[in-house]
């Protein structure tokens, strides 16, 4: 008696063990609570707005017969975006993920009593491919490549000094001549991303334009020369995911 008691008992514990981790629908149906319904479907796809800061440089470079000489010229930007990253498969984690965003390069030097502001507004296109690692249930290494698209909206440089102001609009070529702003630039971007509770991504990249933003080709003094100039710089990215 004593031996089925505890057999009783025993048999007890167990059964209400396994109600706790058991829902029961109807009579004969169960259902266990997986890991991919408490954090979410490993796959699946999903949006991230994000805001980000361009630390970033007019890397300019000039040649003339067989000599050349390169410069750079600091400016900044921000970004205000969208991504929607689309799962390309429910068993590998890669994602291609299209976007749109807008940009603000801006810059402003004052030295001996005289000052030169630059400003321009773009929109950005960028598309990229993101493989997911999943580090923990709360965080992913996600690192991406890809290409964008940017059209240079609106553009001004503004100088001033002792003797008034000046503005031009960088892509007028009768204010600017030759070293006029080109509107559409091709480019490509890489870096990674890192996802935190399935809820915001930090991350950092590194972008460079393809196409040249001035280009400028002529001859002086019989010697042919060459100057062009691209963006290129970092991507500093906060966002949250939904």
């Not at 319904?37 to 699946?44: K, P, R, S, T, V």
């Not at 000489?69 to 068993?91: F, H, K, P, Q, R």
């Not at 059209?151 to 007028?172: H, L, M, P, R």
């Not at 630039?185 to 393809?210: C, E, H, K, P, S």
Request: charged share 20%; proline share 2%.
């Amino acid at each position: 008696m004593k031996n089925l008691k505890m057999f009783a008992v025993a048999a007890l514990a167990a059964m209400s063990m396994s109600a706790t981790a058991q829902v029961t629908y109807g009579y004969d149906q169960e259902y266990t609570p997986t890991r991919a319904a408490i954090y979410g479907a490993d796959n699946e796809s999903f949006g991230l707005f994000y805001a980000q800061f361009n630390p970033s440089k007019i890397h300019s470079k000039a040649t003339s017969g067989s000599a050349s000489e390169t410069e750079s010229e600091s400016v900044n930007a921000v970004t205000l975006g969208y991504n929607y990253y689309i799962s390309l498969s429910e068993d590998l984690p890669l994602y291609i993920a299209p976007g749109i965003a807008a940009q603000w390069f801006f810059k402003n030097t004052k030295e001996h009593g005289e000052e030169d502001k630059f400003n321009m507004i773009s929109a950005k296109i960028p598309v990229n491919v993101m493989y997911s690692i999943q580090v923990s249930d709360g965080f992913r290494i996600e690192p991406y490549a890809g290409v964008y698209g940017r059209v240079n909206i609106w553009g001004e440089e503004k100088y001033t000094d002792e003797d008034g102001t000046e503005k031009a609009n960088i892509f007028d070529k009768d204010e600017m001549g030759d070293l006029a702003f080109k509107r559409f630039q091709l480019g490509w971007n890489a870096g990674v991303n890192f996802r935190i509770t399935n809820a915001f991504t930090i991350g950092v990249g590194y972008y460079m334009d393809l196409l040249k933003v001035q280009e400028l080709d002529g001859e002086l003094y019989g010697y042919k020369y060459s100057a062009k100039s691209n963006f290129q710089g970092f991507d500093i990215t906060l966002g949250v995911n939904f």
